[in-house]
């Protein structure tokens, strides 16, 4: 599922033993979690990939819901009840939109922000569809407070008015007891609930991903035992934790003055799932105090590169400029073996080329930079994939929430919290009420 390699990370065998200790204290806590088997601790994501009563819900209701006469499911979220939804589904079916679309599998569209332009074309396509069948509206919140998902949500649900019986098209996924709970409960829309100590960012392999992703035809299964897999070999053995070691490596490299922490995806399709970590890590990591209630703003500024698309853009920065970043690059090890024709049109022109696939190229690319880092001294990690599927995406999904449980610890924060994202919240509701 997930190859894991530090060779060249610049950080001693010695130094990691040294920061062992702390995590395998943690390791023996989350043990503990996972055992429990309850969902009490912010840790508790942990089980969410073994929870059958949790999958049977969501099958009950795509069950319910889903016909072949679907077209068209939009999540209406934002952040942790959204991008990593948004990431499964552009790794495995979103590149087809574009490419494919006249494609009969239904489609997931995400209402993410509250940009006019967007809402005013998803409202015509709404306007434009006459049989519910064809439509699921999925309105995602934690509480039901969220400002841009409750405009986007009602924006939505007004263009498709028209619709008889709309609110059996409906669904609500929110914690049980929350203001949205309540209140779909009297719209009589369908209702997932998430176990309230999960956080919106380790919340992916809760309702709050499955049910969308199983109604577009995602095998959640496969995703939640790739998911499990990674997990119990993180925490069956403390030599087999790379969750741990990558978060030794992360905590090193920042202290040393390597405090961007750049997500090299070498497959265009995971561009999402790079912006899944840039939440996971910065709503994580980045915080004002430490746990004893010292003033620190910790962090570490995770940033998302494309090969071989970004070494065009901001390469000559990363191999050239301040040395303040520590790498991780991810790639796939099995991909589509499209070569290049025998006969070429201009084979005069890279004659390197010949008899070459993309897949060659790729990672002959993928060689050449690792190659020009090291001759650079620039630190880097890696994360290999064993094919862009559900198996090794809830794999990755795993490994990177276990990874910042395990980096939080050792940079002495809260890994669960969000304290200063509320400042702007309170502030809109403030403008937006004239007060």
């Not at 309105?139 to 998902?149: C, D, M, P, Q, W």
């Not at 070429?344 to 020009?372: C, S």
Request: negative net charge.
């Amino acid at each position: 599922m997930l190859t894991f390699r530090y060779d060249h990370a610049g950080v001693p065998e010695a130094a990691l033993a040294s920061s062992a200790p702390s995590t395998e204290e943690y390791t023996a806590y989350l043990k503990d979690v996972l055992r429990s088997g309850r969902y009490e601790a912010p840790e508790s994501s942990l089980l969410l990939a073994d929870d059958e009563a949790l999958l049977a819900s969501v099958q009950e209701l795509v069950r319910a819901k889903v016909t072949s006469r679907l077209r068209f499911h939009i999540v209406v979220g934002i952040g942790g009840s959204n991008l990593g939804t948004k990431a499964v589904y552009d790794a495995l079916l979103g590149y087809r939109d574009v490419l494919q679309p006249a494609h009969t599998q239904p489609r997931l569209l995400f209402a993410e922000t509250t940009n006019p332009e967007w809402l005013t074309l998803a409202g015509e396509l709404l306007t434009a569809i006459t049989d519910p069948a064809e439509i699921l509206i999925s309105v995602i919140s934690k509480s039901g407070g969220t400002t841009e998902t409750m405009a986007n949500f009602e924006i939505l649900a007004a263009a498709a008015a028209h619709l008889p019986n709309l609110n059996e098209r409906i669904v609500a996924i929110t914690d049980e007891g929350s203001e949205l709970w309540d209140q779909a409960a009297q719209k009589s829309f369908a209702r997932l609930s998430l176990p309230s100590p999960v956080g919106g960012r380790y919340s992916v392999l809760s309702s709050v991903g499955l049910f969308p992703l199983a109604t577009v035809g995602i095998d959640i299964a496969t995703l939640r035992g790739g998911a499990a897999a990674e997990r119990d070999l993180c925490l069956r053995d403390d030599s087999l934790n790379a969750a741990a070691v990558s978060a030794q490596l992360l905590a090193i490299q920042k202290e040393r003055g390597h405090t961007i922490n750049d997500n090299f995806f070498f497959a265009a399709q995971l561009e999402s799932l790079g912006k899944w970590y840039r939440q996971l890590m910065g709503e994580s990591i980045g915080k004002a105090q430490s746990l004893d209630g010292q003033d620190v703003h910790q962090g570490i500024t995770p940033t998302v590169s494309l090969g071989s698309t970004d070494l065009h853009s901001v390469g000559q920065l990363y191999l050239g400029g301040p040395k303040d970043k520590f790498t991780t690059f991810v790639s796939c090890v099995n991909q589509p073996a499209i070569a290049l024709p025998s006969q070429r049109l201009m084979p005069e022109l890279v004659p390197a080329l010949r008899g070459k696939t993309a897949a060659n190229i790729t990672e002959a690319i993928l060689q050449g930079v690792q190659i020009a880092y090291q001759k650079a001294d620039l630190p880097f990690m890696e994360l290999l994939l064993d094919a862009i599927d559900e198996e090794s995406i809830g794999a990755y999904l795993q490994f990177k929430m276990l990874e910042m449980m395990y980096l939080g610890k050792l940079l002495q924060v809260n890994s669960f919290d969000q304290p200063s994202v509320e400042s702007y919240k309170i502030e809109t509701k403030r403008i937006l009420g004239g007060s």
